[in-house]
């Protein structure tokens, strides 16, 4: 092993540490006590939610009201516009649910993870960005795989 390498070997326990204590690190959210995993599975529900006035009551609770959603299909600015394109991506594939396909990678007001929907019909991963409210500003979606 590299003096370089043996370097690199040590500090990947303390990169784990320090991510394992980022992501236990608490965001104040809407009153509450949430943490990173907490909030995508929280966003996540909200594009699984059929009921319009709940699902819009989510929205309104999890981002901010400039929130900018954007992905290969859509950008969607403010709440109105995210909970049209969420209805639409319903419409498009009724009785499907998202889900969370692998742990939520996350430091400081960022987090990433990976998604699948229907069974694996369509994966995805998102980038989510937090404002200094602790209130989703922007999320950065990319398809990793589409129907044909």
């Known amino acids: ?6 370097t690199y070997a040590r500090l990947i326990p303390r990169f784990a540490d320090l991510r394992n ?9 809407g009153g509450t ?3 990173m995993s907490e909030l995508v599975a929280r966003y ?8 319009p006035a709940a699902r819009r009551e989510a929205i ?5 009201a400039d929130g900018v959603y954007t992905d290969p299909m859509a950008v969607a600015a403010g709440p109105d516009q995210i909970d049209a394109t969420i209805a639409a991506v319903q419409g498009q594939f009724p009785g ?3 889900t969370l396909a692998g742990p939520v990678d996350a430091h400081h007001d960022i987090a990433r993870f990976t998604w699948c929907l229907g069974d ?6 998102d980038v989510l960005v937090l404002d200094a409210d602790s209130r989703i500003s922007r999320v950065h979606g990319f398809l990793d795989k589409v129907p044909a």
């Open 33 to 35: 006590e949430m943490n």
């Open 60 to 64: 309104d609770e999890l981002w901010a």
């Open 120 to 125: 694996d019909l369509v994966i995805g991963s």
């Open 1 to 6: 092993m590299t003096a370089a390498e043996s």
């Open 96 to 98: 499907l649910a998202f």
């Open 21 to 29: 204590v980022l992501i236990s690190k608490n965001a104040s959210y």
């Open 44 to 51: 996540l529900e909200t594009w699984n939610e059929t009921d």
